[in-house]
């Protein structure tokens, strides 16, 4: 092995490496270099390590290697952890914020906003957050706002749907909202459906919308009268995609104004029913106003739009003024007063023949007390007056 070292060129390797036991039992790793001085072979430099040595450095080596590698791998987890961390906070607390938006409970992200994306989308959504805010609180407004309303609201398709409403068109036709929102507002309307779908037709070519009255189908099939406003819903200057349905229950007020008519006619039935002249004249012009049946018959007259305009006294006395004929005006007196008055008159009736007849005026007043109208009420006295002349005339002859 020595000469073997000792002749080694290193014309294939730079070190020739042997291994040769000890006397001491001991390994060894025998490494020599050739030795050349001024180009001449001279020997060889020798050199040997311990293989026990050796294996036990590499061990060393080896468990040092594999505690810095899974301390590497510790502290690369713990800063991969970290970093996730930090990164999944802003998107936890983004999705969290998106489930607080379904619910309607909206609050802006309290987060510091940096310069990454997740910053960028920190801030835009907390933009939108502050927009979204203003909407719905407009939003809820407007449901608050026609949820107040006593009128039905109701927002209808181009195929009459219904899209949206308020809280009192539920009570209108007596439907939940479930119901009414399925319903086709044509299913409402009585009449034959061809008809009703023509006349719905006509809406969206701008006719017809204006208030009018119609009539509705309750839940319950019965008919409802009611006051409808129909107007366009617009976006920009397009053509209109729904129309606005504004429904007010008049079922009251009709029934008032059939009370009213029915009351009316039956007062019209007592004063024409009496052989009174009665009219009601102006207090400052004399100009009739009013009048009943009798009063018509004794003028002339076929219908009262003939004697609208004129003056008592162009009826009754052929033009003359009561004054001036001298004979007292109880209207005068009534409207000086504030209280009845009465005398008698002589009254021409349409054939020209004279009449006596006995006057009552009574007031009407306004609410500061002021007369402005005056109920003329003229009785026929001829018979009374021929018969007291005729008894005066015969105690006189006797």
Same mark, same amino acid.
């Given at each position: 092995?020595? $000469?073997?070292?000792?002749?080694?060129?290193?014309?294939?390797?730079?070190?020739?490496?042997?291994?040769?036991?000890?006397?001491?039992?001991?390994?060894?790793?025998?490494?020599?270099?050739?030795?050349?001085?001024?180009?001449?072979?001279?020997?060889?430099?020798?050199?040997?390590?311990?293989?026990?040595?050796?294996?036990?450095?590499?061990?060393?080596?080896?468990?040092?290697?594999?505690?810095?590698?899974?301390?590497?791998?510790?502290?690369?987890?713990?800063?991969?952890?970290?970093?996730?961390?930090?990164?999944?906070?802003?998107?936890?607390?983004?999705?969290?914020?998106?489930?607080?938006?379904?619910? %309607?409970?909206?609050?802006?992200?309290?987060?510091?906003?940096?310069?990454?994306?997740?910053?960028?989308?920190?801030?835009?959504?907390?933009?939108?957050?502050?927009?979204?805010?203003?909407?719905?609180? !407009?939003?809820?407004?407007?449901?608050?706002?026609?949820?107040?309303?006593?009128?039905?609201? $109701?927002?209808? =398709?181009?195929?009459?749907?219904?899209?949206?409403?308020?809280?009192?068109? *539920?009570?209108?036709?007596?439907?939940?909202?479930?119901?009414?929102?399925?319903?086709?507002?044509? /299913?409402?309307?009585?009449?034959?459906?061809?008809?009703?779908?023509?006349?719905?037709?006509?809406?969206?070519?701008?006719?017809?919308?204006? %208030?009018?009255?119609?009539?509705?189908?309750?839940?319950?099939?019965?008919?409802?009268?009611?006051?409808? =406003?129909?107007?366009?819903?617009?976006?920009?200057?397009?053509?209109?995609?729904?129309?606005?349905?504004?429904?007010?229950?008049? *079922? /009251?007020?009709?029934?008032?104004?059939?009370?009213?008519?029915?009351?009316?006619?039956?007062?019209?039935?007592?004063?024409? !029913?009496?052989?009174?002249?009665?009219?009601?004249?102006?207090?400052?012009?004399?100009?009739?106003?009013?009048?009943?049946?009798?009063?018509?018959?004794?003028?002339?007259?076929?219908?009262?739009? /003939?004697?609208?305009?004129?003056?008592?006294?162009?009826?009754?006395?052929?033009?003359?003024?009561?004054?001036?004929?001298? /004979?007292?005006?109880?209207?005068?007196?009534?409207?000086?007063?504030?209280?009845?008055?009465?005398?008698?008159?002589?009254?021409?009736?349409?054939?020209?023949?004279?009449?006596?007849?006995?006057?009552?005026?009574?007031?009407?007043?306004?609410?500061?007390?002021?007369?402005?109208?005056?109920?003329?009420?003229?009785?026929?006295?001829?018979?009374?007056?021929?018969?007291?002349?005729?008894?005066?005339?015969?105690?006189?002859?006797?």
């Amino acid at each position: 092995m020595g $000469l073997k070292a000792a002749q080694f060129k290193g014309e294939q390797s730079a070190v020739l490496q042997q291994i040769y036991r000890r006397d001491t039992g001991e390994s060894m790793w025998d490494l020599s270099a050739p030795v050349f001085v001024q180009g001449r072979h001279w020997g060889a430099f020798r050199i040997g390590y311990s293989i026990q040595e050796i294996d036990d450095a590499i061990g060393n080596l080896k468990r040092v290697m594999s505690i810095i590698g899974i301390s590497m791998m510790l502290m690369v987890a713990l800063l991969i952890h970290f970093i996730v961390k930090r990164m999944t906070t802003p998107l936890k607390a983004l999705t969290r914020a998106t489930e607080a938006i379904s619910a %309607i409970n909206i609050t802006p992200l309290e987060l510091q906003a940096t310069d990454d994306e997740v910053g960028t989308l920190i801030r835009a959504f907390n933009e939108m957050i502050d927009k979204l805010q203003h909407t719905t609180v !407009s939003k809820e407004y407007l449901d608050n706002l026609l949820d107040s309303l006593h009128e039905a609201v $109701l927002v209808v =398709s181009r195929s009459g749907k219904i899209l949206r409403f308020n809280r009192a068109a *539920t009570t209108l036709f007596g439907q939940s909202a479930e119901q009414l929102q399925h319903r086709n507002i044509l /299913e409402s309307l009585p009449g034959a459906e061809q008809e009703n779908r023509q006349w719905f037709e006509t809406l969206w070519q701008g006719k017809g919308l204006n %208030i009018f009255d119609n009539r509705y189908i309750g839940s319950d099939g019965t008919q409802f009268p009611a006051s409808t =406003s129909i107007a366009p819903l617009r976006q920009d200057d397009h053509a209109p995609n729904a129309l606005i349905w504004l429904i007010q229950d008049v *079922t /009251e007020r009709k029934q008032a104004e059939k009370n009213l008519l029915e009351s009316k006619q039956f007062l019209e039935t007592i004063l024409n !029913s009496m052989g009174d002249s009665i009219s009601i004249l102006d207090a400052q012009d004399f100009k009739i106003l009013g009048c009943n049946q009798t009063f018509l018959d004794r003028s002339g007259a076929k219908s009262i739009t /003939e004697l609208m305009g004129r003056t008592c006294y162009d009826v009754t006395h052929q033009g003359n003024k009561c004054w001036e004929i001298d /004979e007292i005006c109880p209207l005068l007196e009534t409207r000086s007063t504030g209280r009845q008055a009465s005398c008698e008159h002589v009254h021409i009736d349409k054939a020209g023949w004279e009449y006596y007849v006995q006057i009552i005026t009574s007031p009407i007043k306004n609410e500061t007390g002021e007369v402005i109208k005056v109920v003329h009420v003229a009785r026929d006295i001829t018979e009374q007056k021929t018969s007291a002349n005729e008894l005066r005339i015969s105690t006189e002859l006797l």
